[in-house]
């Protein structure tokens, strides 16, 4: 037995929303043979644009049930069914929602006209119930309102049924098949694409912008978990309604796959990824000359487009940095803006300090660079070469200098006498120090994959 429904609500997720009309018809695979409808008070306001989608208004569902006084009723008539819907990841999820905050736990098998139309009737340019209706001359006096949504489903429903040639319906029932959790729509076969292998996914909407990148050790498998549960909130129910295709890549291991990530969702900003997107180097370490023509040091803000002579997420860290160049190259605290009063300069050369014009600025400059060139030496240069895509090849990532350079694969008989060589075989990426850290994190645990260049 089937229960098609079709529900109207006062906005797009359930946990946030109320039902204000609910429609079941009872199908028993040839013909509806019971029906249901009721107005709900939703007990808050019906916004405008919907009121004037739908024709029902705060006066109409004034002394209407509240959920709960129907709940009975509606899991009754739920219960031990197949729940078919338009889109039937929307209706389940605010019916199943609003059950269960009435005390019933509903378990059901669901079916999507949407789904099931695209496999039984393909090549439409729409797959909506009003213009899937009109072309299958199922007539809708009470479009928007759940009784006429209901009645028209179950017409199209019925169509479906008689048209399933190659039982596309039982096959979407058999308990294996977990079809019905995708987005109405995303092609089943775009799932079925993906590996089980790293990788970076992206999912696209209907016009094939990139609206989420993830990345996976197992892509088939993680791509396929955000499909399940039953999160009513309003960030999953729109992202899933705006899913229309999933591409991936490829990755030799999960670092790769990381590091990908985090590039991608720098390049592409898509619109549902939040983490990853604002991470910038906050602080960076410049080196500039004074009107004196004393170079100076200092940790500010990072500015991008600047040539920074290092980065790091914390003012501590920059200045710690910082503070042990003035120890070991008797610097100037000063000219190094980590003392900023007007007492004497408490460097080691107090009484005779560049910062006091008794140092020739040739002198001190010459200390500087070498401070810059030591800090420049202390960082590491080193690659990871790890699994690739195939038996034949190797993922290869290389920190240059402290800095993410890039990645690529080469030839699993590849070997790099200098580091010019191996970048030749790499393609640059942005890094920041996420990425950085994720490297050197990956090096520590697993020093046998690493290879180490002269800095």
Not at 163 to 182: C, G, W, Y
Not at 332 to 361: D, M, R, W, Y
Request: proline share 4%; glycine share 6%; with cysteine.
């Amino acid at each position: 037995m089937y229960a098609i429904v079709d529900i109207e609500t006062t906005g797009g997720h359930a946990s946030a929303n109320g039902i204000t009309e609910i429609a079941i018809c009872i199908h028993n695979g040839k013909k509806v043979i019971e029906r249901y409808s009721t107005l709900v008070n939703p007990r808050r306001d019906i916004p405008i644009y919907i009121s004037a989608l739908t024709g029902i208004t705060n006066e109409m569902v004034e002394n209407a049930p509240p959920f709960e006084d129907v709940a009975h009723d509606v899991y009754h008539l739920l219960n031990n069914k197949i729940f078919v819907a338009h889109n039937v990841n929307f209706d389940h999820s605010f019916v199943r929602y609003h059950l269960a905050a009435a005390g019933y736990d509903l378990q059901c098998n669901k079916l999507c006209t949407v789904r099931l139309g695209r496999k039984i009737i393909p090549g439409l340019p729409s797959y909506s119930l009003g213009k899937l209706c009109r072309h299958l001359g199922i007539e809708n006096e009470s479009r928007h309102r759940a009784a006429g949504d209901a009645e028209a489903t179950a017409q199209l429903f019925s169509l479906l049924l008689q048209s399933d040639k190659s039982n596309h319906i039982p096959q979407a029932l058999k308990q294996t098949s977990k079809e019905q959790r995708l987005p109405a729509n995303l092609p089943k076969q775009d799932v079925e694409a993906l590996p089980q292998s790293p990788g970076v996914y992206y999912f696209h909407d209907q016009k094939g912008k990139v609206i989420y990148v993830g990345k996976a050790k197992n892509l088939k498998k993680r791509v396929c978990s955000h499909f399940t549960g039953n999160n009513p909130g309003p960030q999953r129910q729109e992202f899933l309604r705006n899913i229309f295709n999933i591409t991936f890549q490829q990755c030799g291991t999960e670092l790769v796959a990381f590091v990908m990530e985090a590039v991608e969702i720098k390049r592409l900003w898509p619109k549902y990824n939040r983490s990853l997107k604002r991470f910038e180097h906050a602080y960076s370490l410049y080196a500039f000359e004074d009107q004196r023509g004393y170079m100076r040091l200092a940790i500010d803000k990072h500015r991008k487009m600047t040539g920074a002579i290092y980065s790091c997420n914390t003012l501590f860290e920059g200045r710690s940095i910082l503070m042990k160049l003035i120890d070991a190259f008797g610097l100037c605290p000063k000219l190094c803006f980590i003392q900023n009063n007007n007492s004497e300069c408490s460097g080691p050369n107090t009484g005779n300090c560049a910062c006091e014009g008794h140092e020739f600025v040739t002198d001190y400059n010459q200390r500087v660079s070498l401070a810059i060139n030591e800090l420049n030496k202390a960082l590491p240069t080193f690659a990871i070469r790890d699994a690739g895509r195939t038996d034949d090849e190797h993922s290869c990532l290389l920190i240059e200098k402290g800095k993410f350079y890039g990645m690529g694969y080469i030839s699993h008989y590849f070997n790099a006498d200098t580091l010019d060589q191996l970048k030749n075989h790499l393609t640059p990426y942005p890094g920041n120090d996420y990425i950085r850290n994720m490297v050197d994190s990956y090096a520590i645990r697993y020093p046998d994959r690493k290879m180490v260049f002269a800095g």
